[in-house]
């Protein structure tokens, strides 16, 4: 059997715990941006016809309206 004093081991489980904690955190982080950021990125439009405010994704300079279907472009502020 493999014999190391104390401090080696304690050495090498925090070692690895925090390897753990940080590859976890690099994994979310990198998972939150793939799935959620399409979905958080989004523009509001609003209607000129029916007055009404909605949101669309960021790549659409025009976007239909949900009520009337009239095509708005996307405010600029
Ligand atoms: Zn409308």
Redesign the pocket.
């Known amino acids: 059997m493999i014999s190391i004093d104390f401090s080696w081991f304690a050495l090498l489980y925090v070692g690895a715990g925090s390897a753990l904690i940080f590859g976890l955190w690099i994994f979310y982080e990198n998972r939150d941006k793939r799935v959620y950021q399409a979905a958080r990125e989004r523009v509001t439009f609003h209607?000129i016809?029916?007055?009404?405010l909605y949101t669309d994704s960021r790549q659409k300079e025009v976007s239909p309206?949900p009520?009337?279907?009239?095509e708005?472009a996307r405010l600029k502020f």
């Open positions: 209607c016809k029916c007055g009404e309206c009520q009337c279907g009239f708005n």
